[in-house]
């Protein structure tokens, strides 16, 4: 069962995501319905909705790294209609994770001697995240036609 609800989602997207959306607005319905479905205890589950209704930034962005930050997972396999375009979406989370000061001051990812976030694992296609007290989660990018067989990471 899972800790994290529609709620908390909303929460960390308006506190600690929206400071580096464009023309941030409140969380609409759907985002909701959308993290209520994400948060239920069914297994597999899935969206539809027309473009415009900001579903990267709803279910892929705030979604996807509340889940990694709040320890409900720390294996993400992100797939998009092509490569390229999940690597897009991973270099979204990978600005917030190091460039977000309220995210990285809540949540404390390893920083090297500079003081910089800095990755275990860093490229166009997969990350591993360090946080200072140990913790360590995983983003990896496919495209839909691209083999997901054989996936893992730490069990």
């Not at 319905?29 to 479905?37: A, K, L, Q, S, V």
């Not at 994770?97 to 001051?105: D, E, I, K, P, V």
Request: hydrophobic share 40%; net charge neutral.
């Amino acid at each position: 069962m899972s800790l994290l609800t529609s709620e908390t989602i909303a929460g960390f997207s308006r506190t600690v995501l929206s400071s580096c959306f464009d023309g941030a607005v409140e969380s609409p319905p759907f985002h909701r319905e959308m993290w209520e479905t994400f948060c239920a205890p069914d297994q597999k589950v899935a969206i539809a909705a027309p473009r415009a209704h900001a579903k990267t930034t709803g279910g892929t962005v705030a979604y996807g790294l509340s889940v990694l930050l709040f320890r409900e997972r720390k294996y993400m396999v992100l797939v998009a209609d092509t490569e390229g375009q999940a690597v897009m979406f991973l270099s979204s989370m990978k600005d917030h994770l190091q460039n977000n000061t309220a995210l990285t001051g809540i949540f404390d990812p390893k920083r090297n001697e500079k003081g910089e976030v800095q990755f275990l694992k860093d490229t166009e296609t997969d990350i591993i995240v360090e946080m200072s007290d140990g913790h360590k989660f995983r983003i990896l990018v496919k495209g839909a036609g691209q083999s997901l067989r054989g996936l893992n990471w730490l069990g």
